[in-house]
């Protein structure tokens, strides 16, 4: 979607795009002093595999700081990027044939990771009406034999939802029952809140030793393009996440591992204000859509997207052209209100467009402006 957006750009026609999944902020400027600084330190050559232990011991002490988890700096591999750590974790822990529950609607990249890891997603579909957040029965309901791991994120892209600390307690309770499955939490949205502090289903004592926790700084400090995250492990498998990576990428960049460094040890201001001002647009976005007549719209509890039902247009139809399915919403969004947004079929659910709210607020009227007028034209 972005690249017909771009196409259609190309053309003079003024897209609005909301189908990014990135901060639209730069990166504080602070973080880049520290990148400039490394390199006229000549940080310029091979990092350790697993990043450099300074870095390593700054993310074990954010961890405790802010999580309340104990780790190691062994136990800490820097990759590049949280999703180079998701998939470090899929490839050490799945074997041909295991099964990986992931609650849909999902991040794109998790059900082609485990087809990578030769593993099989197992999909719960969680629903609107329950904010898209699974319950303990249909998380039990889930497991077999085969099953292996556990993956989720929150706060959720998609959805913007935020497990509580009372949700996540109910689902550990089922994991209690069932010690042979890991839980792979992707936090990486974990700063980008309204609810509150960030729970992590680590601090759960009984799941901790077989947690991975994956995380990073692409969007709580806006540094998408420096291509930075890190999992954190019982050390057998930080270990084992060391090895693969060095066979594939070796550690990470390491001009971006200073910036890093700068970031954890900078304080959390410049996050907190564009947490806020996510939460301004929030408010924005919710207002306007909610007035859309035939669109389903939730409030979500994080990150920065709307994930919006769109299937009452179904059926429905403008000069000649009928909305069959969320694709078909999308794409008429785009060519006809020149809003780019992501239909919900690439995140396991096909009812629903995903729009992301990272945008200026002058444009993010005009979008749902626009949303509406082409929405209403549907008949
Ligand atoms: C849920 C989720 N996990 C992981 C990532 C990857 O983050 P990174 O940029 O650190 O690789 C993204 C990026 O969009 C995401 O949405």
Same mark, same amino acid.
């Given at each position: 979607?972005?690249?017909?957006?771009?196409?259609?750009?190309?053309?003079?026609?003024?897209?609005?795009?909301?189908?990014?999944?990135?901060?639209?902020?730069?990166?504080?400027?602070?973080?880049?002093?520290?990148?400039?600084?490394?390199?006229?330190?000549?940080?310029?050559?091979?990092?350790?595999?697993?990043?450099?232990?300074?870095?390593?011991?700054?993310?074990?002490?954010?961890?405790?700081?802010?999580?309340?988890?104990?780790?190691?700096?062994?136990?800490?591999?820097?990759?590049?990027?949280?999703?180079?750590?998701?998939?470090?974790?899929?490839?050490?822990?799945?074997?041909?044939?295991?099964?990986?529950?992931?609650?849909?609607?999902?991040?794109?990249?998790?059900?082609?990771?485990?087809?990578?890891?030769?593993?099989?997603?197992?999909?719960?579909?969680?629903?609107?009406?329950? &904010? *898209?957040?699974?319950?303990?029965?249909?998380?039990?309901?889930?497991?077999?034999?085969?099953?292996?791991?556990?993956?989720?994120?929150?706060?959720? &892209?998609?959805?913007?939802?935020?497990?509580?600390?009372?949700?996540?307690?109910?689902?550990?309770?089922?994991?209690?029952?069932?010690?042979?499955?890991?839980?792979?939490?992707?936090?990486?949205?974990?700063?980008?809140?309204?609810?509150? +502090?960030?729970?992590?289903?680590?601090?759960?004592?009984?799941?901790?030793?077989?947690?991975?926790?994956?995380?990073?700084?692409?969007?709580?400090?806006?540094?998408?393009?420096?291509?930075?995250?890190?999992?954190?492990?019982?050390?057998?498998?930080?270990?084992?996440?060391?090895?693969?990576? +060095?066979?594939?990428?070796?550690?990470?960049?390491?001009?971006?591992?200073?910036?890093?460094?700068?970031?954890?040890?900078?304080?959390?201001?410049?996050?907190?204000?564009?947490?806020?001002?996510?939460?301004?647009?929030?408010?924005?976005?919710?207002?306007?859509?909610?007035?859309?007549?035939?669109?389903?719209?939730?409030?979500?509890?994080?990150?920065?997207?709307? *994930?919006?039902?769109?299937?009452?247009?179904?059926?429905?139809?403008?000069?000649?052209?009928?909305?069959? &399915?969320?694709?078909?919403?999308?794409?008429?969004?785009?060519?006809?209100?020149?809003?780019?947004?992501?239909?919900?079929?690439?995140?396991?659910?096909?009812?629903?467009?995903?729009?992301?709210?990272?945008?200026?607020?002058?444009?993010?009227?005009?979008?749902?402006?626009?949303?509406?007028?082409?929405?209403?034209?549907?008949?």
């Amino acid at each position: 979607m972005a690249k017909l957006g771009r196409e259609l750009a190309a053309k003079g026609i003024n897209v609005i795009n909301l189908s990014f999944g990135e901060p639209d902020f730069h990166t504080p400027q602070f973080i880049k002093d520290a990148a400039v600084e490394a390199m006229d330190k000549n940080f310029t050559y091979y990092t350790p595999v697993s990043g450099y232990p300074d870095l390593r011991k700054a993310i074990a002490a954010k961890l405790k700081r802010e999580n309340n988890l104990d780790y190691n700096f062994d136990q800490i591999v820097v990759s590049t990027g949280a999703k180079q750590a998701l998939a470090n974790a899929l490839m050490v822990m799945i074997n041909p044939g295991d099964e990986v529950i992931i609650p849909t609607p999902y991040w794109v990249s998790y059900s082609e990771m485990v087809k990578l890891a030769e593993g099989e997603s197992v999909f719960i579909n969680a629903t609107a009406e329950n &904010n *898209f957040k699974i319950t303990p029965e249909e998380l039990e309901a889930a497991i077999t034999p085969k099953t292996k791991m556990f993956m989720f994120s929150s706060p959720c &892209n998609p959805t913007g939802s935020v497990y509580s600390r009372e949700e996540l307690a109910a689902l550990v309770k089922v994991f209690e029952k069932h010690p042979e499955i890991f839980i792979l939490s992707d936090e990486i949205y974990e700063h980008i809140n309204f609810i509150g +502090g960030h729970v992590s289903i680590a601090e759960f004592a009984s799941v901790k030793d077989r947690t991975i926790v994956v995380n990073g700084f692409s969007k709580a400090y806006a540094m998408t393009g420096w291509r930075i995250g890190y999992l954190a492990a019982p050390k057998e498998i930080a270990d084992a996440a060391d090895k693969l990576q +060095g066979q594939v990428t070796s550690g990470s960049c390491s001009i971006t591992q200073k910036a890093g460094l700068a970031a954890l040890e900078g304080g959390l201001k410049e996050v907190h204000e564009m947490r806020d001002a996510f939460l301004k647009r929030r408010g924005i976005v919710h207002e306007l859509l909610s007035q859309i007549e035939g669109l389903k719209v939730n409030l979500p509890d994080g990150a920065f997207y709307f *994930f919006p039902d769109v299937s009452s247009f179904f059926g429905k139809s403008v000069d000649g052209q009928t909305m069959n &399915n969320a694709e078909d919403i999308s794409l008429y969004l785009l060519n006809t209100a020149h809003v780019s947004t992501v239909t919900g079929e690439a995140f396991g659910n096909e009812k629903c467009i995903r729009i992301s709210y990272a945008a200026s607020e002058d444009e993010l009227r005009e979008a749902c402006k626009r949303i509406a007028d082409a929405l209403g034209k549907l008949k």
